[in-house]
C-alpha cells in the first residue's frame, strides 16, 4: 500500500511561482512512475505531468509545457511539481498520483493506482 500526501497549498497571482510536493510512504515509491493531475470546479480530472521511476522521462500536458516541471527524489520518497508563470486558469485541486510500473506514466487517472489527497491551488489574475 502506498500513501501520498501532498503539500503546497497556493494563493498566488499570474506569474508568480509555486512548488508542490508529494510524499509517498511505502517502499514501493522507486518503482512507480509518478503523475501530477488537477480539478477545476466542474470539470474533469485532467494530466499535468509524469515522470517515470528513475526520472529520466518526463511527459507534460500541453497546457504546462515549458512552465510547469516534474521532478523526483528517490531518497526522500518525494516527487515535485514546479509551477512557474501561474495563470487563472491554473487554478484547481492539484492530485498526485502513483503507477506501479517501471515504464512511463499515463496520462489517464484510471491508469493510475495511488491517489493523494489534493491540495487546492488558486491563481488570481
Known amino acids: 500500500q502506498v500513501q501520498l500526501v501532498e503539500s503546497g497549498v497556493g494563493l498566488e497571482q499570474a506569474g508568480a511561482s509555486l512548488r508542490l510536493s508529494c510524499t509517498a510512504s511505502g517502499r514501493t515509491f522507486s518503482n512507480a512512475a509518478m503523475g501530477w493531475f488537477r480539478q477545476a470546479p466542474g470539470k474533469e480530472r485532467e494530466f499535468v505531468a509524469t515522470i517515470n521511476w528513475s526520472g529520466r522521462s518526463t511527459y507534460y500536458a500541453d497546457s504546462v509545457k515549458g512552465r510547469f516541471a516534474i521532478s523526483r527524489d528517490n531518497a526522500k520518497n518525494t516527487v515535485y511539481l514546479q509551477m512557474n508563470s501561474l495563470k487563472p486558469e491554473d487554478t484547481a485541486v492539484y492530485y498526485c498520483?502513483?503507477?506501479?510500473?517501471?515504464?512511463?506514466?499515463?496520462?489517464?487517472?484510471?491508469?493510475?493506482?495511488?491517489w493523494g489527497q489534493g491540495t487546492q491551488v488558486t491563481v488570481s489574475s
Open positions: 498520483a502513483a503507477r506501479r510500473t517501471l515504464g512511463n506514466g499515463g496520462t489517464y487517472p484510471g491508469e493510475y493506482d495511488y
